[in-house]
T-cell receptor, first 112, second 111 residues
Framework: QQQVKQSPQSLIVQKGGISIINCAYE??????FPWYQQFPGKGPALLIA?????SEKKEGRFTISFNKSAKQFSLHIMDSQPGDSATYFC???????????FGKGTLLTVNP | DGGITQSPKYLFRKEGQNVTLSCEQN?????MYWYRQDPGQGLRLIYY???????QKGDIAEGYSVSREKKESFPLTVTSAQKNPTAFYLC??????????FGSGTRLTVV
């Protein structure tokens, strides 16, 4: 049972455009939602994270939007750049559980 | 600088051979994890440990073994029972309230 569903699987965006990646979850006990960015041959790195007491969090060109009632959250990359080309993973964790549940990832390509 | 060190970066295994991947962290994190990543695939959990001398199987533990004798170290052994071991292996650590810190990975190839 996949507890975090991520879409799309791949995404192609022109330089300067907005990239949007969506995730949906079922477990209402989830209370921490991070996004990771992974470049080829490297380990994933924490990009931005949100807790369900806020509906939006922005860090530079990256924004997480969170809809608790719909059990959905999304990553928006404004003014996308070729250097943003990477695989992005959403994840979720419940309460005192250390373990994250990951989405399957989205391969983002930003064309120059 | 604090972080996670995985070694070696590249590893080649012969058929029927056991190999051990190293993972060391100096972040003082309680929990450590091993993931396997295949091309175009997501992250699949192999084993994880929340405290020293204790660990649990993840989704794809068959053919793998781990130990957690020290808080800083969580080595993964890929045994000969793992029939398709060629993959990118990622180690991570975490504190309870925060996300993971990942290592830079080990690419294992069967020759």
């Amino acid at each position: 049972q996949q507890q975090v569903k991520q879409s799309p699987q791949s995404l192609i965006v022109q330089k300067g455009g907005i990239s949007i990646i969506n995730c949906a979850y079922e477990n209402t006990a989830f209370d921490y939602f991070p996004w990771y960015q992974q470049f080829p041959g490297k380990g994933p790195a924490l990009l931005i994270a949100i807790r369900p007491d806020v509906s939006e969090k922005k860090e530079g060109r990256f924004t997480i939007s969170f809809n608790k009632s719909a059990k959905q959250f999304s990553l928006h990359i404004m003014d996308s750049q070729p250097g943003d080309s990477a695989t992005y993973f959403c994840a979720a964790r419940a309460g005192s559980n250390y373990k994250l549940t990951f989405g399957k990832g989205t391969l983002l390509t930003v064309n120059p | 600088d604090g972080g996670i060190t995985q070694s070696p970066k590249y590893l080649f295994r012969k058929e029927g051979q056991n190999v051990t991947l190293s993972c060391e962290q100096n972040l003082n994190h309680d929990a450590m994890y091993w993931y396997r990543q295949d091309p175009g695939q997501g992250l699949r959990l192999i084993y994880y440990s929340q405290i020293v001398n204790d660990f649990q199987k993840g989704d794809i533990a068959e053919g793998y073994s781990v130990s957690r004798e020290k808080k800083e170290s969580f080595p993964l052994t890929v045994t000969s029972a793992q029939k398709n071991p060629t993959a990118f292996y990622l180690c991570a650590s975490s504190e309870q309230a925060y996300g993971y810190t990942f290592g830079s990975g080990t690419r294992l190839t069967v020759v």
